[in-house]
């Protein structure tokens, strides 16, 4: 080449690519196609016709799925993968921070400190910075990956992002990940994190049939690599567990795979594929028989009860249940109580209790349970309803579990007090005065059900008049029931759950402020559990011992007095101890602020905007500021949304209402 012909030629720099990954893609699709007509027969143990489902070959990944598992034989490696795919706008604004934020939970790792996010190239993953790449996502993958032997991998986290490699090379773009090891449980896993759009920043569409079965035929591919195949004596111990586990096993599978019609002969059963662990498929038939769940009708012919997989899984859930009731309990004897979603006890559809332990029941589904060591003595395991945070429950808290079977009973007590479908809040407080031997603290007690009123006046149960004047319907007790039931409908439960109070039960003992051991006193011991009192041990016995030390607290502070061998509170006990605690927090925050602090009492309004919240012994509260002063009003559910807001709270009848500002744009 001359010296004229130098500037001929100018190479310019593209975008940096993983070449490599992109011609095994194309290898893997050329293969694809080529071998369509063979791969599109599954092997005989294959759970199904890869492919041949309405919408499996829809998406990435459809041709890899093929033959990912293709040089996988019996003595692989085993890797359990639960996959879901979120609907983004579906699941609600806070579903992705509160998943990522639980699986970064404390107690999760090998030091049973909190977990630690990671990414493809980090080992630090700024997740606030993955939520907000991934505000406009349409939807989202979340993975949990759980190799059988997690223990003998050792590094997760490297295990992990080979796989993910391996993925992006199947589905042909980068991925968007964050990952969390836990190692809390009897099976270390990750929890994988994806986001829904590629590399290009359009929707990730992931083939059905590599969701269910290339991705995890990877996953085994790759342990297999890093530790070898199992030998013929792992294998054998591992089914040799499952004999006589109340599961629902791989044995099992075996079993439903080879029956017809829910039959088993001895044909089938002397099949060569099946000659290793004929032996231990007989031994669990035996296993089923004793419990019902399989017969011999005649010698070798096993007939397997339809019922056997729901029975088995449902056992199995169960069991994990006990173990967890146990767990939490230590070695604290206790009745166990196990509450399910769709049914109820009729007998008790009420606990109150502590919270001894929470986590997640399904940690794919984000769905929660508590154990609440109860006042009846009893260790309850209570699922959560959908969506609720278990970061807003702390552990040590008093809660209220209960179900919609039956009505409140502050719809049977308005409906008692109405009169010719009115009722009316002066004569209510008037006849809890005339009841009030025990000295009950008879305006808290219009106050919580004026805020029963609100709730059904929302739903359009029941109308407000005036101040302090509803019209009720006569069957109000039955519509109020009918309206809890469907609002937990919603939520995929028949559970509701109520904090009490965030504060254990030792600090409830000489605080200034309205407690959970307050509400005892007035309402009485035995309303604490319902017709049966306090039981004598766990959370009821403490309780007992709790509120003595309470009550000589109120004696000290003047609120309360002995006479005649009973104690006498003090009249509107309640609003007393909350408007000293919120006087005492409102000098704090303005000394901490520079702003006066304006009480909101009756008829009173107040305007601005909402900076924060105040967890109180009282309660919660938000703070409105108004650039000048703020108040502290009662917090609702309905003000997470409009933090930062302005909005105004009212005090009407005993009960706070608010009023949203619309915003204005500027113009001119």
Partial sequence: MSSNDEGRFLPESGKPGRRGERFIHKVLQQAGKAGAKSLSKPSASAPGKIGQQPGARLGRGHVAARFAGQGLGANARRVAIKARLVNLAKAGARSTITHLRYIEREGVNRQSGPGQAYGPATDTADLDAFRERGQRDRHQFRFIVSPEDAEQLDDLRTYTRHLMLRMEADLGTRLDWVAVDHWNTDNPHTHVVLSGKDELGKDLIIARDYIAHGMRERASTLATEWLGPRTELEIRH?????????????????????????????????????????????GR????????????????????????????????????????????????????????????????????????????????????????????????????????ELEQIPVGAIVEARTADAPRAADRRISELSQSGLYRSDQHLATLQREGATGPDAAEQVKTHLRRLEALRRAGIVERLT???????????????????????????????????????????????????????????????????????????????ALSLRTAFLVEQGLARQQGGRTVLARNLLATLRSRELAAVGQRIASETGRFHRPLVKGQSARGVIRRTVQLASGRFAMLDDGVGFSLV??????????GQQVTATVRGGNTNFEWQRSRGIGL
Avoid at 264 to 270: F, H, I, Q, V, Y
Avoid at 290 to 297: D, H, K
Avoid at 356 to 361: I, M, N, P, R
């Fill in 285 to 388: 038939l035996q296993h089923l028989q004793r419990m019902g769940l399989a017969a011999e009708s005649t010698p070798g012919t096993w007939a397997l009860q339809p019922a056997a997989e729901p029975t088995l899984r449902a056992l199995g859930e169960r069991g994990d249940i006990i173990r967890t009731l146990q767990r939490a309990m230590g070695d604290q004897l206790r009745e166990l109580a196990i509450h399910t979603l769709g049914q109820t006890d009729s007998a008790r559809p009420t606990v109150v209790g502590r919270v001894a332990a929470k986590g997640l029941a399904d940690e794919l589904y984000d769905k929660g349970y508590l154990v609440i060591d109860g006042t009846d003595g009893k260790a309850h395991y209570v699922p959560l309803p959908a969506r609720t």
């Fill in 238 to 282: 591992a089914l040799g567990r499952e004999v006589t586990q109340e599961r629902w096993t791989s044995l099992d599978r075996t079993l439903q795979r080879e029956a017809t019609e829910g039959q088993l002969t001895p044909a089938s059963l002397a099949h060569p594929h099946l000659q290793a662990q004929r032996q231990l498929l007989v």
């Fill in 467 to 545: 101040d302090g004047v509803w019209r009720v319907p006569a069957d109000l007790p039955e519509r109020g029931k009918q309206f809890d039931a469907e609002n937990l409908e919603a939520q995929g439960s028949n559970l509701t759950v109520a904090l009490k109070s965030h504060l254990p039960l030792q600090q409830q003992t000489r605080v200034i402020g309205a407690t959970w051991l307050d509400q005892q006193l007035i309402n009485g011991e035995r309303s604490a559990r319902g017709a049966g009192g306090l039981a004598d041990l766990g959370f009821g016995a403490e309780a007992k011992a």
């Fill in 634 to 643: 009662p917090w609702r559910p309905t003000l997470e949304a409009r933090l």
